[in-house]
Structure formats: structure tokens, C-alpha cells
């Protein structure tokens, strides 16, 4: 099975929600998440790196793990998996 990364570095074929998003890059950023919780109905990691950027991941930006990528957390995880989370994905995509 071929392994889809999203921007940010999750898997997007080892997401529970799956079913209703197949991935980033296919959706350009408009993940079911990021229609509900965000302004702009697009998730704020695709659009500073991918949209603006023009990068195929934050793995090419210089200021990772950045603020808003450090700061952007699912709230149905703890503290202490969102910090071993971020750590797995930024060594993913670099």
C-alpha cells in the first residue's frame, strides 16, 4: 500500500476519518477539519507551505517545526502525544 503524507507529515492513510478526506494535497487544503474549525475552510500548515510557499510539504521550509505547526493540535489527544506526534512527523518530512 502506497503511504500518503499530507503536508504536515501525518499519513493520511492511517487517519481514522479516512472515509471523509483523502488527504491534503487531493483536497487542496480543505480537510473535513479545517471546514468546520477554520476561517478560511482550509488547514493553515497546506496553506502557508503548499499554497503560499508553493512548497510540496512544511518539510522544505526552514522554520520547522514552526509556531503554527507546533501550536496546531487535535484536541482529542493529549499534551504528550501531540508533542511525540510532532516530533514523528517533522522527521517524516524532512
Not at 39 to 53: G, M, R, Y
Not at 54 to 69: I, M, R, S, T, V
Request: with cysteine; glycine share 4%; net charge positive.
Amino acid at each position: 500500500m502506497t503511504k500518503v503524507l499530507s503536508a504536515c507529515g501525518l499519513l493520511c492513510d492511517q487517519c481514522n476519518f479516512n472515509d471523509m478526506c483523502k488527504g491534503c494535497h487531493e483536497v487542496k487544503g480543505s480537510t473535513f477539519w479545517a471546514k468546520e474549525a477554520m476561517p478560511d475552510k482550509i488547514c493553515p500548515l497546506f496553506k502557508c507551505s503548499v499554497i503560499e510557499k508553493k512548497y510540496k510539504n512544511c518539510g522544505q521550509c526552514a522554520e520547522l517545526p514552526c509556531k503554527k505547526f507546533t501550536e496546531l493540535k487535535d484536541p482529542n489527544i493529549t499534551i504528550e502525544e501531540h508533542e511525540k506526534s510532532t516530533i514523528e512527523r517533522v522527521r517524516r518530512i524532512r
